[in-house]
């Protein structure tokens, strides 16, 4: 049996070399089990080459795997794709100069790029792909055995500002495999509550959760919502906050009673208010001790997103986490009247101002005023010529400017080309029409863009998909009751923060499988909804879906192979002594049972 992280990578690089198998979407609501090779320019040296030990399976997943290449990650006309960002995976073969080696244990992050790309060559192309782990590879995924990985690559994504492309794992002597694989969702939880920002009392930018905040989880009995939780808890009792509202099923919100993490948080002295989401009062409750400085939206409905408006606290943030498949779900954002200025001149500077930017892609900081590069739309400023001059001589020389009515532009601007996404848009006028215009320009806005609406007296009904995956955008502006975070592409420094100082999700684990009973196991969670994790194996390829209780693995032993047999009696032997509870002695049973050095014992 392998010993050491090198000879176990020489076993493996020697299988990589022979097709093989993974899990791969092949069209609307089809994931199959397939066999595959990697191309062979792969084994040259020049590119990366990682075996995967395993994935954890994640909601977006589903979503995914419902839409196939209508999602804007998944490249149009794909035949296979890779599935699965939540993985651990050794290096098999890196490139000379790079910072992993050969037997290295390591995440990836799992965001790549953002600006549209080709996936197979990881450059920008006009036609291409937000391309992520999981969502737009062939040969690179979680759920299949062996992957290739373009020598530039990790250049590329640091570029695109998502740092590291992997995240070396140092073992740890109890941490188990499927809490390590954790460190996907988890930065994507940290990261995401980075980039929360408040305003505070003096008009700054206050970024990630206030301390002593009122927060709501609407659907919170979720996974991700839960792994969210546990790192707001993770601060000095004082900062905690005041209270933490959930929305769940009756039957979810029972069984959260008994967590450990909501026990810990109301000893601590925060109020857990958990609301059936059936219930009638369920708004009320949702208000009792006040409105919600941050909500967190685990589930993309027209009902999550209008509950979260009204209960939002001026100022506070809309974390869209759950991003809509369908464009059509809106997240309706009430704009007061603008204020009224004491000059023309006034009121453009204000509004200038008041335009606010990342300062880079993946950088939560903010800076206030108009893009660096440009690029404003004017919509409504009929019958307005003087306004509308008057902003257009406010602009830095080389702006672009989109206006509805070509007209003659003062000298240094310089009119947009068609399908220029706008960083900055202007919209005047109030009520339906201003409505209208934005509606009409929200698909023509760059990331990071702002909107301002310069007499408002409007409902924006902005569209939750292109808030949550294309523009993140935010709507700007004196009259602006709230702000909006979604992030769905982690960083590095957040994995980390989970590879170093990893934090035990092992009770959140409920099935397990190995890669064969993946579409099984994405079937079953799909149709029954529990709540967890969920991991399967790559390398214990057979082992059957089950659930977490020393009793399902005994019933699963009979008539299995012997050593899967065997796997499984000493694995629910661990299960008793732990109480049903996943541990990373599960884990050790399971792979000794198959004859396999478990990955973290390897020197
Ligand atoms: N932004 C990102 O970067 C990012 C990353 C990962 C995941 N996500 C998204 O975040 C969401 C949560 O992910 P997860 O893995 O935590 O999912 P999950 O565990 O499957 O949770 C989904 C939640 O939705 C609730 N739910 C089901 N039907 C509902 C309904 N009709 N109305 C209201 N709530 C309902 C469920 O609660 P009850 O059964 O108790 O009602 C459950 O708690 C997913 O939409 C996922 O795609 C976003």
Same mark, same amino acid.
């Given at each position: 049996m392998a010993? /050491?992280?090198?000879?176990?990578s020489d076993q493996l690089r020697e299988a990589a070399? *022979? /097709?093989?198998?993974?899990i791969f979407l092949t069209g609307p609501n089809r994931i199959e089990l397939l066999s595959d090779d990697l191309p062979e320019s792969s084994f040259g040296g020049r590119d990366y080459l990682l075996? !995967?030990?395993?994935?954890?399976?994640c909601a977006s997943d589903a979503k995914a795997i419902r839409q196939f290449d209508t999602h804007a990650r998944v490249p149009t006309g794909a035949d296979r794709i890779a599935l699965g960002h939540e993985t651990l995976q050794i290096v098999l073969q890196a490139p000379a100069g790079s910072k992993v080696k050969v037997g290295d244990l390591v995440v990836i992050t799992p965001g790549h790029a953002s600006e549209p790309i080709d996936p197979l060559q990881f450059a920008p192309v006009s036609d291409g792909v937000l391309a992520?782990?999981? $969502? !737009? $590879?062939?040969?690179?995924?979680?759920l299949r055995q062996f992957n290739r990985i373009p020598a530039g690559a990790p250049d590329f994504v640091s570029s695109q500002g998502f740092g590291n492309l992997f995240n070396r794992v140092t073992p740890k002597h109890d941490i188990s495999l499927v809490s390590l694989a954790h460190a996907e969702p988890f930065a994507c939880n940290y990261g995401t509550n980075k980039h929360i920002f408040t305003i505070d009392q003096h008009g700054e930018f206050a970024y990630g959760v206030p301390p002593r905040a009122i927060v709501t989880y609407l659907s919170g009995t979720a996974r991700m919502a839960m792994i969210n939780l546990t790192i707001v808890a993770s601060v000095a009792d004082d900062e905690l906050p005041k209270v933490? $509202?959930? /929305?769940? !099923?009756? !039957? *979810?919100?029972?069984?959260? +009673? *008994? $967590?450990?993490l909501i026990n810990d948080l109301r000893e601590r002295g925060t109020r857990m208010v958990l609301v059936d989401r059936k219930d009638p009062a369920m708004l009320k409750k949702l208000t009792e001790y006040g409105k919600s400085d941050v909500v967190w939206t685990n589930y993309a409905s027209q009902q999550t997103y209008d509950q979260a408006v009204s209960i939002l606290a001026e100022r506070g943030n809309l974390n869209s986490y759950a991003g809509a498949v369908d464009p059509e779900l809106l997240i309706n954002m009430p704009i007061a009247e603008a204020p009224v200025y004491s000059s023309l001149e006034e009121e453009v500077s204000q509004n200038f101002w008041a335009m606010h930017h990342n300062k880079a892609p993946n950088n939560p900081a903010r800076y206030r005023g108009l893009a660096r590069e440009p690029k404003v739309g004017f919509l409504g400023f009929e019958g307005r010529e003087d306004r509308l001059q008057a902003y257009l001589e406010k602009l830095p020389v080389g702006a672009h400017v989109f206006v509805e009515d070509a007209q003659q532009l003062p000298a240094g601007l310089v009119k947009v080309e068609d399908n220029t996404l706008l960083t900055d848009v202007f919209i005047g006028g109030t009520?339906?029409?201003a409505e209208n215009c934005y509606k009409a320009i929200e698909p023509c806005l760059a990331r990071s863009a702002a909107v301002n609406f310069i007499d408002g007296n409007l409902t924006v009904p902005i569209r939750s998909r292109q808030a949550h995956y294309v523009s993140r955008h935010q709507i700007c502006g004196k009259n602006v009751p709230w702000h909006m975070t979604n992030t769905s592409e982690p960083h590095s420094d957040d994995m980390i +923060?989970?590879?170093?100082?990893?934090v035990s999700f092992d009770w959140m684990v409920k099935g397990v499988c190995g890669l064969s009973s993946v579409p099984q196991m994405m079937e079953r969670v799909e149709h029954e909804q529990p709540f967890g994790s969920f991991y399967s194996f790559t390398e214990l390829e057979d082992l059957p879906y089950l659930e977490i209780s020393a009793e399902a693995f005994r019933k699963a032993s009979d008539s299995k192979p012997e050593h899967v047999s065997n796997a499984l009696t000493e694995a629910a032997r661990e299960l008793d002594s732990n109480g049903q509870c996943w541990s990373r002695k599960v884990e050790e049973a399971l792979y000794q049972g198959y004859g396999l050095p478990h990955p973290l014992n390897l020197s």
């Open positions: 010993r /050491t992280f090198l000879q176990r070399r *022979k /097709t093989h198998r993974g075996a !995967s030990l395993g994935n954890c399976r992520a782990l999981g $969502y !737009s $590879y062939r040969f690179l995924g979680g933490v $509202y959930v /929305t769940g !099923s009756k !039957s *979810k919100l029972d069984e959260m +009673e *008994k $967590y450990a009520g339906r029409q +923060e989970q590879v170093n100082n990893p």
